[in-house]
């Protein structure tokens, strides 16, 4: 809205479905195939725990945080990874993730006083400096980590379809932003594998117990998934164990309810940020039981503000009746 | 596109009409309003050429190129708005555009630098000076230029109404993210207003001429309207006086084919800049009589190529059959 009239319009498909599999909501076409990009981080980080790398380099909910970031490149992110690469004796030059500026405005900033971003301040580099421990730990080539042939990608995609259901396969195969491949995947296959991530539920005891350290790391250093201001940092914050929520670019997000045992799966069809996050927002609020103060403290991710340079409140995000 | 796979898609109108109002090309919704936010630049600097103004301080192709911008916050666009403010005795504390980074991330980095961004980054900057410019030729109040009920704001609105032949109401206006009221008005009117922009049909002679000196600064100075690796800029490079193109926020663009005589507007519903331009290029291309060469130079807007953080090719943006 601004003003007064809509001025753009959202829209998308989400899927909310249980570990059983079974659909409890969908909104629009759940079926066709997504790309889920980053909002797959935590699959993607799986094996670094369940394989005891993670143990082995001595990695601590911070690291384990990074490694399913989308991270803002801030001053504490970028030392974060550079540890995790220093544990398995490696510096930045070893990432494949490419470079861009820090997404936080306010280190770019910084980066730009001091000189220029590194591979470091790419949001991926905590999940790429992962696939090098994982790599490190299996002992396999660690120049080719991102390629979708190396055994590190054939493991994870192994990973995703456990969790899915769905068949990773070529014609359903693109290069993500960061290099690694990403599969498209049905949003319900999507949320039916967070049910799985949330609750454990169908999975080998090692791997049930591999995703509640990921759950826990994610939940008590939140900061370190996305950074200051972001949504899945804040929405963690705000519900501790009680909500994972993962951002995707082209506007996806995945997420688990793990208290109801329900996965979540959205993508905006144009690719909207804005638009997916308030979606989420709306779906959280739908499924869990809140009270005023928690209910309260949401609010503003479902109806944001917008405001202009000046300040000047112009407008607002709303989510259509289906979501409410 | 991401690999073989539709990933993102953008809907939106467009409308194609000529300085008779009669439309030529209409996909999707072309009657319902729609905020043109900076797309209507030109027709805001226009009493600036017309009262006068631009002749009394000495105004070239660059200082009207960038009452007509949404410029990068390049060094140069930065100067240039500093210099007109200069011309009326005034300095950037004048501006009530508000202050964001520059649109280039090179003067953004280069900003970050040696200190902050200032009013004269916005990329409104231009446009802002040009009302202060106004309001001092017509010796009005200079603090308050930005209200809707300022003498500037209400000679623009009647401008635009002349131009689009619609009512700029209460209820169709709201505030733009410089501060300054936008009205919205449906694309069809849009349309029809650039095609007398483009055409000088149906004006008064003083009118007439103003616009022809707006359009020439444009296609002269194309940077200053909007900066380097900019669609505006680089279409207008490519085309000179035979296309004016701008960009308005929220996937808006309002341009004409002067030797057609007709006007162009496009809404992309969700916002989205990227398909915006594609959709801009494709019309371009179904309208005007091309070369090969220029054919071959458009082609790269109309079906782009995406390419992630290491170079590698991972995908396009395509047009539909619709406009093709």
Redesign the interface.
């Known amino acids: 809205m601004?003003?007064?009239?809509v001025?753009?319009?959202?829209?998308g498909a989400v899927a909310v479905v249980d570990a059983e599999r079974a659909t409890v909501l969908a909104v629009g076409d759940v079926t066709a195939?997504v790309?889920p990009r980053s909002a797959v981080k935590a699959l993607q980080a799986l094996l670094l725990v369940e394989e005891g790398a993670a143990d082995r380099f001595g990695f601590g909910d911070e690291e384990l945080a990074l490694a399913c970031a989308s991270h803002s490149g801030e001053p504490a992110h970028v030392v974060g990874v550079e540890r995790m690469l220093a544990k398995i004796g490696l510096d930045p030059s070893a990432l494949?993730?490419?470079?861009?500026?820090p997404i936080s405005?306010a280190a770019?900033?910084?980066v730009?006083?001091t000189g220029?971003p590194s591979a470091l301040h790419?949001n991926c580099s905590g999940k790429h400096a992962g696939f090098l421990c994982l790599a490190c730990a299996m002992d396999v080539d660690r120049a080719d980590y991102w390629r979708p042939d190396h055994p590190v990608q054939r493991h994870v995609r192994a990973v995703i379809e456990d969790f899915t259901g769905a068949v990773l396969a070529q014609?359903?195969?693109?290069?993500?932003?960061?290099?690694v491949p990403?599969w498209?995947v049905p949003l319900k296959n999507l949320a039916g594998g967070f049910a799985k991530f949330g609750s454990g539920h169908g999975l080998t005891p090692a791997r049930a117990k591999a995703v509640a350290r990921l759950r826990r790391a994610c939940a008590e250093k939140p900061w370190f998934v996305a950074g200051t201001g972001r949504f899945c940092t804040e929405i963690m914050q705000l519900f501790g164990q009680r909500v994972f929520v993962k951002t995707g670019a082209?506007?996806v997000y995945c997420g688990a309810l793990p208290e109801l045992g329900l996965g979540i799966a959205l993508k905006c069809?144009?690719?909207?940020a804005r638009?997916a996050q308030a979606i989420m927002a709306a779906v959280i609020a739908r499924f869990l039981l809140l009270d005023d103060a928690t209910r309260a403290a949401l609010e503003p991710y479902i109806h944001p503000s917008l405001h202009?340079?000046?300040?000047?409140e112009?407008?607002a995000i709303r989510v259509t009746d289906v979501l409410e």
């Open positions: 601004r003003g007064s009239l001025e753009s319009r959202h829209r195939p790309f494949r993730c490419g470079v861009h500026w405005q770019a900033a910084a730009a006083r220029a790419n014609d359903t195969c693109a290069i993500d932003g960061c290099s990403t498209a082209e506007g069809d144009d690719g909207a638009a202009n340079w000046n300040g000047i112009v407008g």
